[in-house]
């Protein structure tokens, strides 16, 4: 059964850290691209940042940039999304995607767009707040 689930999020402060991991099941995580996206309350759900098959340069949206850092442990089949300096603007719900065709893997880790053939997981809650 293929499964992609989140962990990793909970409560921070402003400034605080938190480390998000993405366990894949089901499939080889060495084939795919993954994503995380979030969609804070009363938004749309935005890409944040892209990891693809190739270990190439990740991407990342303006608003993380600097702050995120994804990375993969294709042994593990799990992905990480490390997030230094949170502040309430991250607080979300943020989901990992994945995607292994090359068209799908251009348009989500070139443009952070969500396409129709993401696996998606359940998702996890991070609250940024004092």
């Known amino acids: 059964q293929v499964q992609l689930v989140e962990s990793g999020g909970g409560l921070a402060q402003p400034g605080g850290s938190l480390r998000l991991s993405c366990a894949v099941a089901?499939?080889?995580?060495?084939?795919?691209?993954i994503g995380w996206f979030r969609q804070a309350p009363g938004k749309e759900r935005e890409g944040v940042s892209c990891?693809?098959?190739?270990?190439?340069?990740?991407t990342y949206a303006d608003s993380v940039k600097g702050r995120f850092t994804i990375s993969r442990d294709n042994a593990k089949n799990t992905v990480y999304l490390q997030m230094n300096s949170l502040t309430p603007e991250d607080t979300a719900v943020y989901y990992c995607?994945?995607?292994?065709?090359?068209?799908?893997?251009?348009?989500?880790?070139?443009?952070?767009?969500?396409?129709?053939?993401?696996?998606w997981g359940k998702g996890t809650l991070v609250t940024v707040s004092s």
């Open positions: 990891i693809d098959d190739n270990n190439s340069v990740p």
């Open positions: 089901g499939f080889t995580l060495y084939y795919y691209a």
């Open positions: 995607a994945a995607v292994q065709d090359a068209i799908s893997v251009q348009a989500m880790c070139n443009g952070l767009r969500e396409v129709d053939t993401i696996l």
